[in-house]
């Protein structure tokens, strides 16, 4: 598994900790950004980065931060084909993968303390997406994208 990691300057403590956490389970880490706390930067850069990450495949899925894991998700979500979950809880971050089929994760360092946001991690990177009647429902999703993004 690879993934790929991104955040803006109120999520950046967070993205550290969680690369740690997946390299320490050798699972391969692509840091796309930003590299301090101190300097403002500007979160949908940083989104848009993991999402085209995640749809070109050059990583299996994105994991990103900010303070409250909102504003990254949003831009995010609105590359065709991403479906990026923000999350504060262990089930959300189970279900946003066993029925949403959820290819990116957002997490709040703000919102989050580093324990639960490991926890919701873990989750995360080991659930599946069950199909069935929920490919179904998933497909939904893109058929709205795809009608609003001719």
Known sequence: MKIGLGCDHGGYNLKLEIMRYLE????????YGTNNAEESVDYPIFGEKVADAVISKDVDYGIVCCGTGIGISLAANKVPGIRCAVVSDVFSAKMSKAHNNANMLSL??????????LEIVDAWINTDFEGDRHSRRVNMITDIEDKHNK
């Open 108 to 117: 709040g360092e703000r919102v989050l303390g580093r324990g639960l946001a």
């Open 24 to 31: 320490s389970k050798n699972i391969e880490v692509v840091d």
